[in-house]
């Protein structure tokens, strides 16, 4: 009995794995778009029902302007690769929150928000397309997906082998409701891995490229996050890498991005 479980398990993790589009790292997805997606949904839409929408007419459409550019962009590069299936369950949705937390998320399904205080950071248009861009990263390569299967596997020997094999919309539903915070404070969002976030860093890059934003422009706004981070705890950063590597690791990337940059 044990044997065929381990088995049975083995067989649900091979018919799990998939490729990040562009960097090519595989990576274990057990939750379905689908679930995710529907849940993602119910949090955006507490979290924007909690958190007044900013009153700033002229950054909110810029914001929405960036986040269209972007998402446009990146949807007809996926349809002309025949990656449409990458993106077939995403619902954009780009907002700015009257709060001066430094900080801007993207829940997966495509849920963009950014809190004003991050704005002083950006500057421009580029400035916010260099974020915008980060975050669409983490939705187009399933990053929520991906630390929640993390979190089921590492659970496994506690009993989530059950999650695994059946239906696990319940189940699924509290673990992403511990990952998220739903109903604790603003701005409590899902922590992704360092890996993640080196990864959402160069698809960020080269999505904004793809949307004509100048790549370059990345190093000029961490540049300026770095200078004003002394002594601060920016949520932006709380989970990033530091200062210093991201900003190597962006310029060995930048040629990459680069290639896909039209003015």
């Known amino acids: 009995m044990k044997k065929l479980f381990l088995l049975t398990l083995i067989a649900v993790i091979a018919v799990s794995c998939s490729k990040v589009i562009l960097t090519g790292r595989s990576q274990l997805l057990l939750v379905s778009d689908a679930e995710v997606l529907s849940m993602s949904a119910t949090a955006y839409k507490q979290f924007v029902d909690s958190v007044p929408a900013s009153k700033n007419v002229t950054q909110t459409a810029m914001i929405k302007k960036v986040g269209v550019n972007i998402s446009k962009a990146v949807e007809e590069y996926l349809v002309a690769n025949k990656l449409e299936k990458e993106i077939a369950n995403l619902k954009w949705e780009f907002a700015l929150v009257r709060d001066t937390s430094v900080n801007a998320f993207c829940m997966p399904g495509g849920k963009v928000v950014f809190f004003e205080g991050i704005l002083p950071m950006t500057k421009t248009e580029a400035g916010n397309a260099v974020v915008m861009g980060h975050e669409i990263a983490h939705a187009v390569a399933k990053h929520a997906n991906e630390r929640m299967s993390q979190q089921m596997a590492a659970q496994f020997g506690s009993g989530i082998a059950d999650m695994l094999l059946s239906n696990k919309s319940a189940a699924t539903r509290q673990t992403i409701n511990i990952l998220y915070g739903i109903g604790a404070q603003v701005g ?69 991005a680069l290639k896909y940059y039209k003015k």
Not at 191 to 204: F, I, Q, T, V
Not at 243 to 252: E, H, L, Q, V
């Open 188 to 256: 409590v969002i899902l922590p992704y891995s360092r890996k993640h976030e080196y990864e959402a860093d160069r698809l960020g890059l080269i999505f904004m490229a793809m949307a004509g934003y100048d790549p370059n422009e990345a190093i000029a706004f961490w540049e300026r996050m770095s200078a004003n981070s002394k002594g601060s705890a920016f949520e932006f950063m709380s989970t990033h890498p530091s200062d210093d590597k991201r900003i190597a690791a962006m310029k060995s990337v930048l040629p990459e």
